[in-house]
């Protein structure tokens, strides 16, 4: 049986996270890792993952430092959907297949609970379901009393839903190649191609099984997403502090907490869990980290920072500042005094702006969504919900009240305007300043 893994989409909802979804990295490990681990824990070793060209090679680094993995990397040359992946995996389509999304997150028992069911009832196919209580802009399933598919309908819109019961891409096929002469046979302008050939199998007598599943599930949609992925790993992980960590006798460390190589935890600073600190990270006089957050390797949180519920990537440095709730991509920095805000005066849920919609993100509690190499300047201040793109720059005494493009600066002049980038970093004084601190 082989698993197809399923990474050739492109998230058009995370912006201004930029990196691939399965690539964001959870616990020192890319998610795509985790995903691979899961399935291999269940028994399947022969793996097939359709990359697209801009995440192939990173793909591929991942998959050939597996060891006991089996895995073929097939390309898929433009983000055409499901079944378009399929088709570009064709060579290795024959007989049993499970189909997965690595992009969703869910517990590992849900391998076993598919395939135990297609084991214990014949049919073409076995999928998982799984019951929401609000609208979740997805496929959903329509069944009958004994769990058989009737029907699948791909993203119904808001209030139109068939049922409360949502399809999670973890299929089981029985024959994969059967599945794919089904798709090419199907005629939609839609993108549901696959889940067209499906419905096709359905009126043609084909039984297809439906799972229920009740343990943990998050799908990575949109940017906030990543603050339950955090949670899912934080709270199956036990605590652990590496051996080449220093931590000072003055420091506070409680509650589940994974603290990497070569941490340092200096005076008076307090990181109360669940928390994860990556490898090579220096937490400064006075810092505390807390509720859920998420360090990435080789960042700088100085002194008297607040680092609370956010999810912080590789490289970033901080300084005397308020990093609420929020979601900081690698190798940004924050001049003293950055602010950034994740509670509104009315207390209402936080609404971005995602493409030409705002989309309510159902959190009472947000803060920034900030891009890869972005900087703010001294007092700067940040509104809920407000995104910063790739390299941009937010000004000295700054309130950012809107979102900021990729490649901008926001500046006081006496108020601030949006003007393009003119500033080019030196790369080698971050690292001058990093040997500094690592022999103090």
Known sequence: ????????????????????????????????????????????????????????????????????????????????????????????????????????????????????????????????????????????????????????????????????????????????????????????????????????????????????????WAAIKYPWHIFRAVRFFLDGSQPSISPSAKISPAATVEGRVIIGDNVRVLENAVVRGPAYIGPGTIIGNNVLVRDYSHVGANCVVGYCTEVKGSYVGDGCWFHSSYVGDSIIADDCSFGAGTMLANFRFDEKDIKVRVGDEVVDTGLDKFGTIMGTGSKTGINASILPGTRVGPNSFVGPHVCLTKDLGPNKMAVMEPRYRVIDKQIDLDANKKQELMKKLESH
């Open 1 to 216: 049986m082989k698993a197809i893994l399923l990474c050739g989409g492109i998230g058009k909802r995370m912006f201004p996270i930029t990196e691939d979804k399965l690539l964001l990295r959870f616990l020192g490990k890319p998610l795509l890792q985790h995903q691979i681990e899961g399935v291999v824990a269940a028994g399947l070793k022969d793996l097939v993952v359709v990359a697209n060209p801009q995440n192939a090679e990173s793909i591929e680094k991942i998959v050939r430092g597996l060891s006991g993995v089996k895995a073929e990397i097939v390309l898929q040359p433009k983000a055409l959907g499901i079944a378009n992946a399929l088709e570009c995996a064709e060579h290795f389509l024959e007989g049993e297949i499970v189909v997965l999304n690595p992009n969703d997150v869910f517990e590992g028992s849900v391998y076993a609970s598919l395939i135990q069911e297609a084991r214990r009832k014949a049919g073409a196919s076995c999928l998982i379901g799984y019951e929401v209580k609000d609208y979740f802009p997805g496929g959903y399933l329509v069944v009958d009393g004994e769990n058989r598919l009737k029907q699948i309908v791909e993203k119904p819109g808001r209030g139109h839903e068939p049922s409360n019961l949502v399809n999670i891409l973890v299929h089981l096929h029985r024959d994969g190649a059967r599945l794919l002469s089904y798709i090419r046979k199907v005629q939609t302008t839609r993108d549901d191609v696959y889940e067209c050939a499906m419905d096709s199998m359905v009126k043609e007598g084909a039984a297809i099984q439906v799972v229920p599943y009740r343990g943990f």
